[in-house]
């Protein structure tokens, strides 16, 4: 038998880790739609499993895929982004201390104001990009986690992570990073010192806009992990065998769909650069945007889809956004097809984001047809 020369990251998600089936040479794994599993007749369990809350052989694929992409030990796949974070910050205990982005998705401000912070959990919004305002809001021996989004929706603001992870570790505390805007094809996390990685595997890791799922991934076995688990087991927030198998084959294709949204992503921020009708670009790939030394450090292959264009006001954007013709106007990120939205709508009162902003998540489509749309939709 001849050994397998070592593989890269593209290769391994294509391969599905070189998954063959022992018993039919398939090379797509099955669907293991069952809610439970039978016993013998010594009611011993027949397959190792009982009940398909969090135990079903369809997940395993997939968690152990994505598991191996990060650069961690263990995967978790839940039913959403939101529950994904949700486990995770409801691992710690009420009086537990966190730290976490201000500039981040405006669903997980709202989940710590609405529950958790009532719940019991304490908790500081800083400006992580500034290792010295994040250093500063540490609470010695009370801060448990420190979580930041980088690069952080919808503005795209970049976190250092090897040095936020130095001053999370140095204070006994965690580092938990949502890398859903990068995902594993542009930046792994752990490798830059990361405990935890968080994704809405809705995005970038399913790629495809059918699918609602959510995935924590660790970097070692620990006691926050195994609440973690507990937590998916009792509460049951878990993602459906077909929803698995779908995030599974999406991951396939994950290096070559980054590397054509990235881009596009970057001639799109370049050719707006300085236009008339753009106040400002909000894109880690430009030269002179805050962060992008850091970003170039910790990502690679590229600066990801996501870019926000600031115009001259709120009249501004909205006219802009009703004249696309290509651009999907439609919530959401990470699909093969390119989306634009008016993010102070979608946030309401609740969100922080300029009114003047439009959010663009750049799909797979012809670059020069998507930057026309946009020259026309911003034409006086």
């Known amino acids: 038998m001849v050994d397998r020369p070592p593989c890269r990251p593209e290769t391994i998600a294509a391969r599905l880790d070189g998954y063959l089936c022992g018993d039919t040479g398939a090379i797509v794994p099955p669907i293991h739609p069952s809610s439970t599993y039978a016993r013998d007749a010594d009611y011993a369990q027949i397959g190792g499993r009982g009940y398909s809350r969090d135990d079903n052989p369809t997940y395993l694929q997939a968690e152990a895929l994505l598991a191996r992409l990060e650069g961690g030990s263990a995967a978790m796949l839940f039913a959403s982004g939101m529950a994904a974070i949700t486990a995770l910050l409801q691992a710690l205990a009420p009086g537990d201390h966190v730290v976490c982005s201000r500039d981040m998705y405006f669903g997980t401000a709202k989940l710590l104001r609405e529950l958790l912070i009532p719940w019991g959990l304490a ?5 992580t990009t500034d ?11 009370v801060t448990k986690l420190v979580y930041v989004e980088t690069p952080a929706n919808p503005i795209w603001s970049v976190t250092d992570i090897a040095g936020a992870a130095a001053i999370a570790h140095e204070a006994g505390a965690l580092l938990a990073v949502d890398n859903t805007s990068a995902s594993p094809a542009l930046c792994r996390p752990i490798a830059h010192g990361a405990d935890l990685v968080v994704h809405s595997a809705t995005k970038y890791l399913n790629g495809h806009s059918d699918v609602v799922a959510g995935a924590v991934v660790t970097a070692a076995d620990s006691p926050l992990w195994q609440r973690i688990g507990r937590i998916r087991f009792l509460a049951g927030p878990v993602l459906g065998p077909f929803e698995a198998w779908l995030l599974l084959r999406g991951m396939r294709t994950l290096f070559v769909r980054m590397r054509a949204a990235c881009a596009s992503a970057q001639r799109i921020a370049e050719h707006f650069d300085g236009h008339p009708a753009v106040a400002q670009i909000c894109y880690p790939g430009l030269p002179g945007f805050p ?12 600066f990801g889809g996501m870019l926000s264009l600031r115009l001259a006001s709120r ?19 990470g699909g093969v097809e390119s989306l634009i939205e008016h993010r102070a709508t979608i946030e309401k009162e609740d969100g922080t984001v300029p009114d003047d902003l439009l ?12 930057i026309a749309d946009l020259e026309q939709a911003l034409a006086e």
Do not use: N, Y
């Open 123 to 127: 908790c500081d919004l800083v400006d």
């Open 131 to 141: 290792l010295d305002a994040l250093h500063a809001a540490i609470r010695p021996g």
């Open 291 to 302: 962060g992008h030394a850091i970003a170039a450090r910790q990502m690679e292959g590229g």
């Open 315 to 333: 009249e501004a954007a909205l006219r802009a956004i009703s004249r696309v013709g290509i651009f999907i106007r439609a919530t959401s990120l």
């Open 359 to 370: 959010r663009l998540s750049i799909g797979i489509e012809a670059v020069e047809d998507l």
